[in-house]
Structure formats: structure tokens, C-alpha cells
């Protein structure tokens, strides 16, 4: 969300709970002060409707941090966990 100059204007009419913040805003964010702007914007408004934000692309711990600071709900990407090429996650105690 929010690499398109209308991404706002279309939230508007979108029926969605969640909100997916671009990975170029989040890349080099800790040092980046307009990408910092945009993304606490992107949150703000989605904060006003009740939508929540996930961050993509997470590198490194000072991204992390900015984005923690300006109020995230979830994050993916590299610093969190790397991709793996099996699921090592057991399912099995999950099953009611």
C-alpha cells in the first residue's frame, strides 16, 4: 500500500481490515526521513479507519525500531525470519 499516488483515495472504497505497507518504504527507512513520513502517514490514516498494518520487507533491527516507534501492528521480512524452503512449523497441536 501507498506506491500509488491514489492509494488513499481508493482506501477509501476498499472493504479491507488490513493494509500492506510497500516495501520501498520500508527499505533504508531508518535513515530515509520521507519514507519515515509516509509510512507514520499510511498508519495514521489507516489507524482513523480502524484498519490495521502490516510492514513487508524488514531488514534490520533500526527499521524495527522506527516502525515499532510509529505504532506497526505486524511485521514480515528477513530480520523477523528468513524464508525457509520447508514448513517446520507442527501443525498437528493446532487441530481441535
Do not use: R
Request: aromatic share 10%; proline share 3%.
Amino acid at each position: 500500500f501507498g506506491a500509488s499516488p491514489n492509494s488513499f483515495q481508493l482506501l477509501k472504497h476498499l472493504p479491507v481490515n488490513f493494509l500492506k505497507i510497500d516495501g520501498s518504504f520500508i527499505h533504508n527507512l531508518a535513515s530515509d526521513s520521507d519514507n519515515q513520513a509516509m509510512v507514520k502517514s499510511i498508519l495514521d490514516t489507516a489507524s482513523s479507519m480502524n484498519k490495521q498494518c502490516i510492514a513487508e520487507y524488514v531488514q534490520d533491527a533500526h527499521s524495527l525500531a522506527v516502525l515499532w516507534q510509529s505504532g506497526i501492528d505486524y511485521i514480515q521480512g528477513n530480520f523477523l525470519q528468513e524464508p525457509s524452503e520447508a514448513l517446520t512449523y507442527d501443525f498437528s497441536g493446532e487441530i481441535a
